[in-house]
């Protein structure tokens, strides 16, 4: 079984601020999936990153895969309240999800 | 569009009461998943189907939990008799194919008391 660890489970970060969340895995995958929560609601997909070493960005968000394809970050620059919510990795594998990183943006 | 509508929202039951989750997934989507979300757990796959076919329930808990697809545009999880530690956000999603984009409900919260 292929499993996705996030890191960190929790922040809480001032309005304007940068942060970085991880997925790491021991298993190389052929692809992963960022996905954002909001409360009430079901996951969302946010981006699908394919090839080592790839970077995506989505306005204010840069997803980044590794080389080896065992790992991605979600780096947030300027996080603003909207970006509060719950961020899962998930690999395609049956989707396996990560634990998720529960981020909160205070004004 | 419309997109995976899930019934009902919330679901309050009394422990050993069955119950009954309902999907209607995206029209023309042939993948079906039911998912379970907790704090402890995370978000987990309890069964998927393809062209409503159970393709893989190694995800689901154990007998007391069952699902069905007699059509490509309905679903539904069973659990009977449901138990406290059954209590959680089940969501149901679809996509075009297993590997392509999931769009999920908004889930069915479900205490058992």
């Known amino acids: 079984t292929q499993l996705l660890e996030q890191s960190p489970q929790f922040l809480s970060i001032q309005e304007g601020e940068n942060l970085t969340v991880y997925c790491n895995s021991s298993?190389?995958?052929?692809?992963l999936q960022w996905y954002r929560q909001e409360p009430g609601e079901g996951p969302v997909l946010l981006v699908t990153?394919?090839?080592?070493?790839e970077v995506k960005k989505l306005k204010r968000l840069t997803f980044q895969f590794g080389d080896a394809r065992k790992d991605s970050s979600l780096h947030i620059t300027a996080a603003q309240p909207g970006d509060t919510g719950l961020y899962l990795c998930?690999?395609?594998?049956?989707?396996?999800f990560g634990q998720g990183t529960r981020l909160t943006i205070n004004p | 569009d419309a997109g995976v509508i899930q019934s009902p929202r919330h679901e309050v039951t009394e422990m050993g009461q069955e119950v009954t989750l309902r999907c209607k997934p995206i029209?023309?989507?042939?993948?079906l998943f039911w998912y379970r979300q907790t704090m402890m757990r995370g978000l987990e796959l309890l069964i998927y189907?393809?062209?409503?076919?159970?393709?893989?329930d190694s995800g689901m808990p154990e007998d007391r939990f069952s699902a069905k697809m007699p059509n490509a545009s309905f679903s539904t999880l069973k659990i009977q008799p449901s138990e406290p530690r059954d209590s959680a956000v089940y969501f149901c999603?679809?996509?075009?194919?297993?590997?392509?984009?999931?769009?999920f409900g908004e889930g069915s919260w479900l205490t058992v008391v």
């Open positions: 999603a679809s996509s075009h194919t297993p590997g392509n984009t999931i769009y």
């Open positions: 298993s190389v995958f052929s692809s």
């Open positions: 990153v394919v090839t080592g070493g």
């Open positions: 998930a690999g395609p594998q049956k989707l396996v």
């Open positions: 029209s023309g989507h042939n993948s």
């Open positions: 189907f393809n062209n409503n076919v159970p393709i893989d």
